[in-house]
């Protein structure tokens, strides 16, 4: 028996493979175990990826999740230099599993059977749950692996279970054949119907939504700050990408059993992670709640993916709430690694005694809150919210608008906290290595490429499908 | 000659806050003046006679997959609006020429200023949003750092209230640009249900009863140029809003009823409120409540004579407000204090010009004929009576009736802060002193206008004339 392999799809995962293997290999034949040795097989590896993934033909939609999925590991990497000389984290081990995480995540956008699907899924689970508790001596980060684990497996336990269901529905794991075969299905409705469900849940988890939601925040502040923001932004890519192109592939026809719970749920999602980020204190709590608000966000369009913005108002969003994040988290590890805390007491004044990294963050919480003068951040917004409207779902809009509001109130607040009068010189790392502003690059060139989006929003909308 | 007059103030702003340190207040507030005064002066040259439907038309493509464009231009409904913002802009700098200014207060007036302006000049849905929105943190700004009493409370009231409402407001531009195609102002068609969703935004902002109750704190709150700018400008953005989003719309007669009404009972509530005030600057922001309840009303009814009424009781009301948060900013530096009982009796006798102009504004205020309060009340009252297709002769009876008694109650609030302040036996005190020069030329330019509009209400109802034929179904 012969696998047939699409190298259109494969391509850039395995570069990524190859670049995780070189960077443990390097790590672990070249005595002194710096960051670099390890980092630049990495850089190389999702670089290469990246070409490859531009000399194919992916379709559209996979092609732009692919994209996003490969921008946001570079950005993580790059960004991850900052760590260098701290002695608990290994380097080589580090950027394999990263790299690891992100080809299963690769393989994920553009899987077109559902068993290529749960591989991927767990190539992308299992890296990122080591990353959680990779730190050595930390009881934490280990006691937030185990959460993540646990809720991990148990999702993808009743996917499987989906799956097999659909399985003995369909006859087929091929999102092409499921579809057909759903059209006139023999199996009675509520079969069908728990099995779209069932399946549907696994990606919900991955994505963060309710009720699916609890391991987030405890992950995010059990982790390193770089793996949160490859958690918030990368994994929830896969997990968004994967989930639309299944329902919007394989499952359309069973579009009444699943759209009104996907609405709710999204519904509940934004309400509760705002709800959530209102009572955060420290700056990391505040936007692992806020993701979780913002999956919600990602997931209403798609009550309405039949209709012509149904899939690119998601991924337009997406693009740019992942690069808002990605400064946001950076700039937040810079902020810890200088002034050893991110709590927002502690943050007060920041865009008045350290505008180069006060002013990013402050931008970023404002393009997540789509506030102006961020345009690109309320464009995106506009955009989640028309597909919602032009499906005849009046009341999802409603709610996403009133969760526009509750986000303001925490963004807002973290932006005024930034530019409040400081209290008294705050304590800063005297001498911050050069590693360290590496990272800060990153966070300017990604504040950058937020404010030309800001200033020119057609930038990002006519080139992403 | 728009984008000028928009983009000087906000990069002035900007420039004025990132270099506080580097100039004094005094020259700073001179700075923004000027600044004002060359914005006023642009959109002053901009009209082109009301034949032109859109003045100084600015159109460049700005977001193409949503149709938004930057759609720059002045209506006859809009550009009373934007001279009058214009014209407050300037004396809000002007006010703040004095040594204990802080240069970052000039900037964040020019932004806010700005940012208003550039609401009553987009002719397009999205930028006219990212404008009403820009404004707000400059703003929570101005309240939470110049401001007495509870003021971060009261300001992250003001922002999360006003916020909720656009909110709502993003929803209906969202269905209402979906149905007309694009996001042109002109073409939008929101269905029903996009127009109650509106109307509620903007009802907070304007605002409208039960909504209102972000604003006495925040008014009163704010320092005086803030509160002139909350007052004068910040509520036209609300009764703009309304006249551009749901006046034109067919579907207003879901909401018409609702707003009349509302506004009618504003009237009277907000005549209660202020007779049982003891601040001053708490009872001058409920009785702005009154003021935007006969705007309401007057919007609710879609006639020529409403959307005039409308018009000319927004300006009106925005000069009028304006002088009277001055005056009370100028007794608050002279006493320290807004408390009627504690500013003391018999202004006439000790601060005899400051009281003369303070009655002259709070009789404006009232609806003394001859004054600029005057036209805005009557028109607004005689497009009720008049009635319309979209709003009921028994509604709008009820509303006229409700308001004719809180015009009795506005009044009796009246009469008896003029008791309480101007007139009885004077008990001078050391703090006591005649206007200063600013405060000369402040309020004497605002007594003219009031004066002018008064006397001359052809100036602004002259140039609605039209509307009626474009608005018409």
Same mark, same amino acid.
């Given at each position: 028996?012969?696998?047939?392999?699409?190298?259109?799809?494969?391509?850039?995962?395995?570069?990524?493979?190859?670049?995780?293997?070189?960077?443990?290999?390097?790590?672990?034949?070249?005595?002194?175990?710096?960051?670099?040795?390890?980092?630049?097989?990495?850089?190389?590896?999702?670089?290469?990826?990246?070409?490859?993934?531009?000399?194919?033909?992916?379709?559209?939609?996979?092609?732009?999740?692919?994209?996003?999925?490969?921008? &946001?590991?570079?950005?993580?990497?790059?960004?991850?230099?900052?760590?260098?000389?701290?002695?608990?984290?290994?380097?080589?081990?580090?950027?394999?599993?990263?790299?690891?995480?992100?080809?299963?995540?690769? !393989?994920?956008?553009?899987?077109?059977?559902?068993?290529?699907?749960?591989?991927?899924?767990?190539?992308?689970?299992?890296?990122?749950?080591? !990353?959680?508790?990779?730190?050595?001596?930390?009881?934490?980060?280990?006691?937030?692996?185990?959460?993540?684990?646990?809720?991990?497996?148990?999702?993808?336990?009743?996917?499987?279970?989906?799956?097999?269901?659909?399985?003995?529905?369909?006859?087929?794991?091929?999102?092409?054949?499921?579809?057909?075969?759903?059209?006139?299905?023999?199996?009675?409705?509520?079969?069908?119907?728990?099995?779209?469900?069932?399946?549907?849940?696994?990606?919900?988890?991955?994505?963060?939504?309710?009720?699916?939601?609890?391991?987030?925040?405890?992950?995010?502040?059990?982790?390193?700050?770089?793996?949160?923001?490859?958690?918030?932004?990368?994994?929830?890519?896969?997990?968004? &990408?994967?989930?639309?192109?299944?329902?919007?592939?394989?499952?359309?026809?069973?579009?009444?059993?699943?759209?009104?719970?996907?609405?709710?749920?999204?519904?509940?999602?934004?309400?509760?992670?705002?709800?959530?980020?209102?009572?955060?204190?420290?700056?990391? &709590?505040?936007?692992?709640?806020?993701?979780?608000?913002?999956?919600?966000?990602?997931?209403?369009?798609?009550?309405?993916?039949?209709?012509?913005?149904?899939?690119?108002?998601?991924?337009?969003?997406?693009? %740019?709430?992942?690069?808002?994040?990605?400064?946001?988290?950076?700039?937040?590890?810079? %902020?810890?690694?200088?002034?050893?805390?991110?709590?927002?007491?502690?943050?007060?004044?920041?865009?008045?005694?350290?505008?180069?990294? &006060?002013?990013?963050?402050?931008?970023?919480?404002?393009?997540?809150?789509?506030?102006?003068?961020?345009?690109?951040?309320?464009?995106?917004?506009?955009?989640?919210?028309?597909?919602?409207?032009?499906?005849?779902?009046?009341?999802?809009?409603?709610?996403?608008?009133?969760?526009?509001?509750?986000?303001?109130?925490?963004?807002?607040?973290?932006?005024?906290?930034?530019?409040?009068?400081?209290?008294?010189?705050?304590?800063?790392?005297?001498?911050?290595?050069?590693?360290?502003?590496?990272?800060?690059?990153?966070?300017?060139?990604?504040?950058?490429?937020?404010?030309?989006?800001?200033?020119?929003?057609?930038?990002?909308?006519?080139?992403?499908? | 000659?728009?984008?000028?007059?928009? /983009?000087?103030?906000?990069?002035?702003?900007?420039?004025?806050?990132?270099?506080?340190?580097?100039? +004094?207040?005094?020259?700073?507030?001179?700075?923004?003046?000027?600044?004002?005064?060359?914005? *006023? @002066?642009?959109?002053?040259?901009?009209?082109?006679?009301?034949?032109?439907?859109?003045?100084?038309?600015?159109?460049?493509?700005?977001?193409?997959?949503?149709?938004?464009?930057?759609?720059?231009?002045?209506? #006859?409904?809009?550009?009373?609006?934007?001279?009058?913002?214009?014209?407050?802009?300037?004396?809000?700098?002007?006010?703040?020429?004095?040594?204990?200014?802080?240069?970052?207060?000039?900037?964040?007036?020019?932004? /806010?200023? @700005?940012?208003?302006?550039?609401?009553?000049?987009?002719?397009?849905?999205?930028?006219?949003?990212?404008?009403?929105?820009?404004?707000?943190?400059?703003?929570?700004?101005?309240?939470?750092?110049?401001?007495?009493?509870?003021?971060?409370?009261?300001?992250?009231?003001?922002?999360?209230? +006003?916020?909720?409402? $656009?909110?709502?407001?993003?929803?209906?531009?969202?269905?209402?640009?979906?149905?007309?195609? =694009?996001?042109?102002?002109?073409?939008?068609?929101?269905?029903?249900?996009?127009?109650?969703?509106? +109307?509620?935004?903007?009802?907070?902002?304007?605002?409208?009863?039960?909504?209102?109750?972000?604003?006495?704190?925040?008014?009163?709150?704010?320092?005086?140029?803030?509160?002139?700018? *909350?007052?004068?400008?910040?509520?036209?953005?609300? =009764?703009?809003?309304?006249?551009?989003?749901?006046?034109?719309?067919?579907?207003?007669?879901?909401?018409?009823?609702?707003?009349?009404?509302?506004?009618?009972?504003?009237? /009277?509530?907000?005549?209660?409120?202020?007779?049982?005030?003891?601040?001053?600057?708490?009872?001058? #922001?409920? $009785?702005?409540?009154?003021?935007?309840?006969?705007?309401?009303?007057?919007?609710?009814?879609?006639?020529? /004579?409403?959307?005039?009424?409308?018009?000319?009781?927004?300006?009106?009301?925005?000069?009028?407000?304006?002088?009277?948060?001055?005056?009370?900013?100028? *007794?608050?530096?002279?006493?320290? +204090?807004?408390?009627?009982?504690?500013?003391?009796?018999?202004?006439?006798?000790?601060?005899?010009?400051?009281?003369?102009?303070?009655?002259?504004?709070?009789?404006?205020?009232?609806?003394?004929?001859?004054?600029?309060?005057?036209?805005?009340?009557?028109?607004?009252?005689?497009? @009720?009576?008049?009635?319309?297709?979209?709003?009921?002769?028994?509604?709008?009876?009820?509303?006229?009736?409700?308001?004719?008694?809180?015009?009795?109650?506005?009044?009796?609030?009246?009469?008896?802060?003029?008791?309480?302040?101007?007139?009885?036996?004077?008990?001078?005190?050391?703090?006591?002193?005649?206007?200063?020069?600013?405060?000369?030329?402040?309020?004497?330019?605002?007594?003219?206008?009031?004066?002018?509009?008064?006397?001359?209400?052809?100036?602004?109802?002259?140039?609605?004339?039209?509307?009626?034929?474009?608005?018409?179904?």
């Amino acid at each position: 028996m012969s696998i047939p392999i699409d190298w259109t799809v494969a391509g850039p995962a395995t570069f990524a493979m190859i670049g995780a293997l070189v960077a443990l290999l390097v790590d672990a034949f070249y005595p002194r175990r710096t960051w670099l040795g390890s980092g630049i097989p990495a850089t190389v590896g999702l670089l290469a990826a990246t070409v490859e993934l531009a000399r194919g033909d992916l379709p559209s939609y996979p092609f732009a999740f692919s994209l996003i999925v490969l921008m &946001g590991s570079l950005f993580v990497v790059v960004a991850s230099t900052i760590k260098n000389f701290e002695n608990a984290m290994p380097p080589g081990e580090y950027h394999f599993l990263l790299m690891a995480a992100c080809a299963g995540a690769l !393989l994920m956008v553009s899987a077109s059977d559902l068993v290529t699907l749960i591989v991927a899924l767990e190539l992308l689970s299992l890296p990122s749950i080591a !990353l959680v508790g990779l730190r050595q001596g930390d009881t934490a980060a280990v006691r937030s692996a185990w959460t993540f684990f646990l809720a991990s497996v148990t999702s993808t336990a009743i996917t499987l279970m989906g799956i097999s269901l659909l399985y003995g529905i369909a006859g087929s794991l091929d999102y092409g054949q499921l579809r057909e075969a759903l059209v006139d299905a023999d199996a009675p409705d509520g079969v069908v119907a728990v099995a779209v469900v069932l399946t549907v849940i696994g990606l919900v988890f991955k994505l963060g939504a309710v009720p699916f939601h609890l391991w987030v925040p405890d992950t995010y502040l059990g982790a390193s700050i770089l793996v949160a923001a490859f958690l918030s932004t990368v994994s929830k890519a896969a997990s968004l &990408g994967a989930l639309l192109t299944v329902l919007a592939v394989a499952l359309p026809t069973a579009q009444a059993s699943w759209e009104p719970v996907v609405g709710v749920v999204a519904a509940v999602t934004m309400t509760v992670g705002n709800i959530g980020a209102l009572r955060q204190s420290d700056a990391v &709590g505040l936007l692992a709640w806020s993701s979780i608000a913002q999956a919600g966000f990602l997931l209403a369009p798609a009550v309405a993916l039949s209709t012509p913005y149904g899939l690119s108002a998601p991924t337009q969003y997406l693009a %740019v709430y992942a690069l808002a994040n990605l400064v946001a988290f950076a700039a937040l590890a810079v %902020v810890l690694r200088l002034r050893g805390s991110t709590r927002l007491d502690d943050l007060r004044g920041m865009a008045r005694n350290d505008p180069w990294m &006060g002013i990013p963050l402050a931008f970023a919480a404002l393009v997540l809150a789509g506030f102006p003068p961020a345009v690109i951040g309320l464009v995106t917004k506009y955009l989640v919210i028309r597909p919602v409207v032009d499906g005849d779902h009046v009341w999802l809009a409603v709610i996403m608008g009133v969760n526009v509001m509750l986000g303001l109130a925490y963004y807002v607040r973290l932006v005024v906290t930034l530019c409040d009068r400081p209290e008294g010189e705050p304590y800063v790392s005297p001498s911050p290595p050069v590693s360290v502003r590496i990272t800060k690059s990153t966070v300017l060139l990604g504040t950058a490429a937020l404010l030309a989006l800001s200033v020119w929003p057609d930038l990002l909308l006519t080139h992403l499908p | 000659m728009i984008v000028v007059a928009l /983009v000087v103030p906000l990069v002035v702003g900007f420039v004025l806050i990132i270099a506080r340190s580097h100039v +004094t207040g005094r020259r700073a507030a001179w700075i923004g003046a000027a600044t004002m005064s060359v914005t *006023l @002066a642009l959109y002053a040259s901009v009209w082109e006679g009301r034949e032109q439907n859109i003045s100084g038309d600015v159109d460049v493509a700005w977001v193409e997959p949503l149709a938004a464009r930057l759609h720059l231009g002045v209506t #006859a409904v809009s550009w009373p609006f934007v001279l009058m913002t214009a014209f407050i802009g300037v004396l809000c700098c002007l006010w703040l020429v004095a040594d204990d200014t802080s240069p970052a207060l000039v900037g964040l007036v020019l932004v /806010v200023s @700005a940012s208003s302006l550039g609401v009553f000049s987009s002719r397009d849905a999205l930028l006219l949003f990212v404008f009403f929105e820009l404004a707000l943190v400059p703003m929570w700004f101005v309240i939470a750092y110049w401001g007495s009493g509870d003021r971060r409370r009261a300001a992250t009231r003001f922002l999360l209230f +006003t916020v909720a409402g $656009s909110a709502l407001l993003l929803v209906g531009i969202v269905i209402g640009a979906l149905r007309g195609g =694009t996001l042109d102002l002109a073409d939008l068609r929101p269905t029903a249900i996009a127009v109650v969703l509106m +109307t509620l935004g903007l009802a907070v902002k304007t605002p409208v009863v039960p909504l209102h109750t972000w604003l006495p704190d925040a008014h009163s709150s704010a320092p005086t140029v803030g509160s002139v700018l *909350l007052a004068a400008v910040f509520l036209k953005l609300g =009764t703009y809003g309304l006249l551009v989003f749901v006046g034109p719309s067919d579907d207003i007669e879901v909401v018409a009823p609702y707003l009349a009404v509302a506004g009618a009972i504003g009237i /009277v509530w907000s005549a209660l409120a202020c007779y049982a005030q003891d601040d001053l600057k708490r009872l001058i #922001a409920y $009785s702005s409540i009154g003021h935007m309840g006969f705007v309401g009303l007057a919007i609710s009814t879609r006639s020529e /004579v409403g959307v005039a009424a409308a018009v000319f009781g927004s300006v009106a009301h925005g000069v009028i407000t304006a002088l009277l948060f001055f005056v009370a900013g100028s *007794l608050k530096d002279r006493y320290g +204090t807004t408390s009627l009982a504690g500013i003391g009796r018999g202004l006439y006798g000790r601060t005899p010009w400051l009281a003369v102009v303070f009655v002259v504004a709070i009789v404006a205020s009232m609806g003394l004929p001859g004054l600029a309060g005057f036209w805005g009340e009557l028109l607004a009252l005689r497009a @009720a009576y008049d009635g319309s297709i979209v709003l009921p002769s028994s509604v709008s009876w009820t509303a006229v009736g409700i308001a004719l008694l809180g015009i009795a109650l506005t009044t009796a609030y009246v009469v008896r802060a003029i008791r309480l302040l101007a007139q009885g036996e004077p008990a001078p005190r050391e703090t006591d002193r005649g206007l200063g020069r600013r405060e000369i030329v402040v309020m004497g330019s605002l007594v003219v206008v009031i004066g002018v509009l008064g006397l001359w209400p052809g100036l602004i109802l002259d140039l609605l004339e039209p509307v009626y034929v474009v608005a018409a179904p």
